[in-house]
């Protein structure tokens, strides 16, 4: 029985996910984001239908299962325009950089004026990271994990859904500079929004992306260290 459920579930997320595909390429509006429509409609239908998040784990577990190799499949976009490394590699190394550095800058200085808890802004620091490595600086500097992984979410989230919009209004079209500030703000949910653009975009934010959590793992403590305490 819970076999079948679990494929039930699984037909019905990719199906979900296809037709939220679909409307973004039909209407190419920012607020029809895949991810947070698909998660949206989820999360209605289990309510609507009684059914509480447990039931649904099984089958999100073999989709996230296959999250690793859709990471590593991201190399092959890389490999197709590894010609931009070489023509923009500094420029990649130093935005990145200065990037993930204004991220967690922003946020020292948004919460330090907000007077939130040490264990809040430990937690948030690295929100522009990857989940591995934002749990990683939060639980190492005495922040909350679950949280780390909480703000990574709404993050990603959020910079998905404005973030090309965002850069389209600043009449920021080069495919590098796209891909590389979505991969650097946004992590994996903004380099899924740039490959759809693009594979070029999709490309230069997984280096970004990569790069980001690089940064963050070595620039975040060190901050901690002489704002936080």
């Excluded at 989940?131 to 979410?153: D, H, I, K, Q």
């Excluded at 209004?169 to 650097?184: C, D, E, H, Q, S």
């Amino acid at each position: 029985m819970q076999v079948m459920l679990s494929a039930g579930f699984i037909i019905l997320t990719v199906g979900i996910y296809l037709i939220c595909r679909y409307l973004y390429f039909r209407y190419n509006h920012p607020l029809i984001n895949i991810v947070l429509l698909s998660a949206a409609v989820i999360i209605a239908i289990l309510v609507v239908g009684k059914q509480d998040y447990a039931a649904y784990t099984p089958a999100k577990d073999v989709m996230t299962f296959l999250l690793g190799p859709a990471t590593v499949a991201l190399a092959v976009p890389l490999y197709r325009n590894r010609h931009l490394l070489k023509q923009y590699g500094i420029a990649i190394f130093t935005g990145v950089g200065l990037g993930t550095l204004v991220s967690m800058a922003s946020v020292l200085f948004i919460t330090h004026i907000g007077g939130l808890s040490r264990e809040i802004i430990v937690s948030i620091i690295p929100k522009s990271s990857t989940v591995p490595f934002a749990v990683e600086v939060a639980a190492l500097a005495g922040g909350n994990p679950a949280l780390a992984v909480a703000f990574v979410v709404a993050t990603g989230t959020f910079g998905s859904v404005i973030g090309l919009s965002l850069l389209s209004r600043f009449k920021i079209y080069n495919p590098v500079a796209r891909g590389l500030a979505m991969g650097t703000v946004s992590h994996g949910q903004g380099t899924a929004m740039a490959l759809l653009e693009g594979e070029q975009q999709g490309a230069m934010a997984g280096v970004a992306m990569a790069l980001a959590g690089i940064f963050t793992s070595v620039l975040a403590p060190v901050l901690i260290a002489l704002f936080v305490g």
